[in-house]
């Protein structure tokens, strides 16, 4: 049973951020439930469920997880204020958890047609989970003082900060599942140095904070989402 809420929240997570450009999203916000790209969205949810539970005859169970994700989407866009974009990209979240959580409780049909294990799925969807989607939540976490800083990324590569924090993400995964949690403070400690030129000639007080606050979001999700699965796959 435990490879359908697997399956289930592995096509949450493809669909939700992998396969929900920016601009479905400020098309969304901005046309609320004249939006296209809302039932293209709801659609792909549909279609990524489909093809993972791979049955047709649980057609109703992705109908009823797209038809509740439009009405959850339909709520957080249309009482969503800028203000309040973070508890509302959270609530929305556990919302979609919620009704995963729910069906996956009133399946009894063990459906596992596809020849991999229920320990490779939790490791796929883990390991899905801690590159985009993480840099997303942290991202949502530290909007509250991004303005606050202020960041040159003139003499830096475009897209870079968020690609090491993938890669130091998937490195932390790794050695929890491993066993290996030295690696965790060498990595910390290798950051650390790597950084300590950059904070030094800011003198920004603020800038280190959110820096630090970064990392740490970083390595706890890497940590959490390692032990989860380390805990899951162990039966």
């Known amino acids: 049973m435990e490879i359908i809420l697997t399956k289930l929240l592995l096509a949450h997570i493809i669909g939700d951020f992998f396969l929900q450009p920016e601009k479905w999203v400020k098309n969304k916000e901005?046309?609320?439930?004249?939006?296209?790209?809302?039932y293209l969205h709801v659609a792909v949810h549909?279609?990524?469920i489909m093809i993972l539970l791979q049955d047709l005859a649980l057609w109703d169970i992705a109908l009823f997880i797209a038809g509740t994700h439009l009405l959850?989407?339909?709520?957080?866009?249309?009482f969503q204020r800028e203000e309040t974009r973070l508890v509302w990209f959270i609530s929305d979240q556990i919302a979609h958890l919620a009704v995963i959580l729910?069906?996956?409780y009133h399946i009894w049909v063990d459906v596992?047609?596809?020849?991999?294990?229920?320990?490779?799925?939790?490791?796929?969807?883990g390991l899905l989970f801690i590159t985009y989607p993480a840099s997303i939540f942290i991202q949502k976490l530290?909007?509250?003082w991004s303005d606050q800083i202020m960041i040159d990324n003139s003499e830096s590569l475009s897209g870079?900060?968020?690609f090491i924090g993938i890669l130091e993400r998937l490195f932390v995964f790794t050695a929890v599942v491993a066993g290996y949690l030295q690696i965790i403070g060498f990595l910390l400690a290798a950051k650390s140095i790597f950084r300590f030129g950059d904070l030094t000639r800011s003198k920004d007080r603020k800038l280190t904070e959110y820096i630090l606050v970064g990392t740490l979001l970083s390595f706890l999700i890497a940590i959490a989402?390692?032990?989860?699965?380390?805990?899951?796959t162990a039966f």
Do not use: C, H
Not at 72 to 78: A, F, M, Y
Not at 117 to 125: A, G, M, N, P
Not at 225 to 232: E, L
């Open 102 to 104: 729910f069906i996956w």
């Open 30 to 38: 901005k046309k609320t439930w004249r939006s296209p790209y809302l």
């Open 72 to 78: 959850i989407d339909l709520v957080k866009i249309g």
């Open 225 to 232: 989402t390692g032990m989860a699965v380390s805990y899951f």
């Open 142 to 144: 530290m909007e509250q």
């Open 46 to 48: 549909f279609t990524l």
């Open 160 to 162: 870079a900060g968020r």
């Open 112 to 125: 596992n047609l596809f020849p991999l294990s229920f320990e490779i799925w939790i490791v796929l969807t």
